[in-house]
């Protein structure tokens, strides 16, 4: 269960009343009035601990469990062990994050301001905040209620921070308007130059960047990951966009709503990424192309050009997948033939 | 136009002013006496704006654009809509990089040391710096004049920065002796020890880093940048090389002047690159080796062996840009043959 | 010689001292009474320093070398220059390593604490330990003894470290449990939480990331790489594995001991890696696998299933290296054919 050292549970639960906040329902038999104490791994749970199957790679570990109880899908039924109360649900990993945001709810602190701070006086900061040790506010910066700043953590001149988000320590950021219930993990550096310059025999001459970072609400941004703010257009990170860590957004880039960006991705300058796309690690994205909406793109693959919408694209250069897949094969069998 | 809570304009400009400071010519029947207020895209730029055009990805922008005046190539004359005052360049980017650089020249604020930086007492620190709040400056640090250190930078011992530079906030540099007008981005590491370690049954055994890191002047380095210092020898950044975010570079790598080294890129140790070598995203590059000057390395590169001079690589592993057009044309017929 | 400014050495050596500490033996006619003064790199090695041959490529810097007394193995005695003191060694990197730390000794530096370093009342900090200023360290952080934090560090609340361990400047660690004489670079953030979120119309739901990072004893962690913290299990290092910079780990991963993991790899959550496996530059692996104690792992190659013990894998997706070899040049029979 959860080292309480560094998370701290709210209540325990009867059966009843996880299913009703996950959208699970009790399947036959299974007593509603049972208490979950905690919520585990298949692999690790006790009697009193609530826990999912979502991956079919772990059917062993399911099969197995000391689990109390167990969100799954009414496909598995059939290979639960004895002993395990079943939460039935068409999105067990879904049922589980509600469960466990019961279990541990993402409280914001008490309001507290550190006497470490350094807040200039022009910036707005309400009492609402939670300011750690060690964190630099510049003149005119504009944040909203219930925003929390974690140690080290430099928010420069003008930017503004929209209520309830968190920025991580260490993270850096300038020239941004950031919305509401937006996460910023600890070292990710947003706002800074981007990589604009004119090329000349005497050496390469810096175009001024000027333009922002807009994130959109509900927006996450991974650790150590770096957004350039626009050269003249803003760089734009839309609305529930998720982002993970070491990821590189090059100025002017237009990402839209709810897309997926995995670990070390890199979009170049003036890339337009609609909605809902996915991008997998370590992908490669020229500069000036538009990525289509929904579209999904395999990890490592390099993206030379447009991309239509709902497209899933893999290798680099990127093709189709299927196609990737039979040039996968056309080369293994290149080799046998010899 | 760019928001004035983050961007200081200093005045307008005529039309003559700017075509004198950018090396640009007033196409035939433009008033030289025509006020520019400000710079901006092509799509969002006004009677008052200036623009630019480079790409031909953004032809159709300019064909419909209102900026008041806009940089040019005199084969762009004819495509361009009424009302614009044309200047005419044969390096349009590299004439707004000029003009936007008059309309926001980058100041050093006013001298100015937080009495929340701290400083060692044997370090030289200059009375024009900027030292922002959370600084920390080691002993023996000599740092040159007007020199901006921005928050939460961490200055180690002895280390050595010209003048006119600028280390943005949260970056770390120790055993580095850096030039001058050198630009360092936010979270950027540089002095750090390489990864040497030799071989051993019982573990791995710590092989001292004794180097330093040389940086020549007008070099820019990304942010979240790495760049260890030399095993034994200096690792080397030559004079105006520019090396976007999250850029790798490994201990003994030696870099020539006016290199461009694109985002994520990693150079793995004792690797030699020459002069103005241009490295595209992503590209990872073995240790040990030789690019020679003005080499160009296309994105997700993998390079194993020592390149020529002024060859284009692309591919992992990397052959000769045509050669891996002509795979790439191979395959896509070897899975349409069935 | 290394640069006094920031290497402190500690006394000179006989050769009959040296070969001692370094499991080497004098060659032929060797003055065991010969002092060295210093270590130096091959190529600016003067008579005063002792320097190493042990990669072939360097074999001609080898033949012309200044140095007073070398590393070497005994098939390369032949062509060592005139006056040069030959100390026999089968492994010479190794031998050179345990020299230059006789001559570089890692001392810890003094027991000190900043003033301007914020410590919570609650936190354990040894007086043995080295604590610079502007770290911050949170409530119940249990630090062992010399333990070296460098400026700008965030220790976040319950975080153990164990002795002789040492954290690089604006390093970010959470959430973690940590060995003995671990090392941790500038700007790493351990411990934040993991990418983890189930998919739902309404808009990604957060699952709380209730695991931890544990990191086992002897291992090194890249400047700016990032380790996410289990989402239920823990995430794992195991002793003595070496990690580069910019590396990214994800939450659950396993990774044993003696493991290589070299700059700008990436590894997906769930997956496990054995013992003394070494990852190339830039491997991507992708989720939930599982990868033999042993393999390895080429630069860039992408990883989509399990890999044996002992395997060797290259390209995107992997392949064992021999028939990445064979692919290689079946591609470009390919496009000589035409």
Redesign the interface.
């Known amino acids: 269960m ?2 309480a ?3 701290n549970r709210s209540q325990s639960f009867t059966l009843s009343e996880i299913a009703k906040l996950s959208g699970a329902v009790l399947a036959d038999g299974v007593d509603g009035d049972q208490v979950m104490e905690n ?3 298949l ?2 749970a006790t009697q009193q601990d609530l826990s999912f199957l979502d ?1 079919v ?1 772990y059917k062993e570990q399911f099969s197995k469990t000391e689990a109390g109880a167990c969100f799954v899908q009414s496909e598995m039924v059939d290979i639960a062990p004895d002993g395990v109360a079943l939460l039935i649900s068409p ?1 067990p ?2 049922s ?3 469960a ?2 019961a ?2 709810p ?1 409280n914001t602190a008490e309001a507290f301001r ?1 006497k ?1 701070a ?1 807040i200039d006086d022009s910036a707005q900061v309400p009492k609402t905040c939670v300011i ?3 964190v ?1 506010i ?1 003149a ?1 910066v504009e944040i909203g209620e219930y925003v929390t700043i ?3 953590a ?1 928010i ?3 930017v503004q921070i929209g209520a309830h988000s968190r920025v ?3 993270a ?1 950021i ?2 941004a308007i950031i919305g509401e219930h937006v996460n910023i ?3 990710a ?1 947003i706002g ?2 981007g ?1 604009g ?4 025999p005497a ?6 960047q ?3 970072v807009r994130i959109g609400s ?1 927006v ?1 941004i ?3 990951t ?1 957004i ?1 703010r626009g ?3 803003d760089t734009v990170i839309g609305q ?1 966009t ?1 982002i ?3 990821v ?1 957004i ?1 100025h002017n880039v237009k990402i839209g709503k ?1 897309c ?1 960006i ?3 991705v ?1 979009i ?1 300058g003036s890339t337009v990424i609609e909605d809902y796309v996915v991008i997998g ?2 992908v ?1 994205i ?1 500069g ?1 192309l538009k990525i289509g909406s929904g579209a999904r793109l395999a ?2 693959s ?1 993206i030379m050009k447009n991309i239509d919408p709902g497209q899933e694209m893999m290798g ?2 990127a ?1 189709p997948i299927k ?1 990737h897949m ?3 094969i ?3 069998r ?2 046998k033939k010899k």
Request: aromatic share 10%.
């Open positions: 959860p080292d050292k560094f998370f919520v585990a791994p692999d690790i991956n790679k999105t990993y879904k589980y994050a509600l466990a945001q279990f541990y993402n550190s470490n350094h750690h040790a060690g630099v510049e005119n974690e140690s080290g430099i420069k001149q003008g991580g320590p260490n850096v300038s020239h993990y600890p070292g550096c800074q130059d990589f310059f004119a090329i000349d050496g390469y001459i810096k175009v001024p000027l333009g922002r509900h996450e991974g650790a150590n770096t350039d050269a003249g257009p529930g998720w993970d860590n070491l590189q090059g709810g997926v995995v670990s070390q890199g170049s690690g370590q490669g020229a000036h990890a490592q390099g680099s250069p093709v196609d039979r040039q996968i056309a080369l293994k290149l080799i």
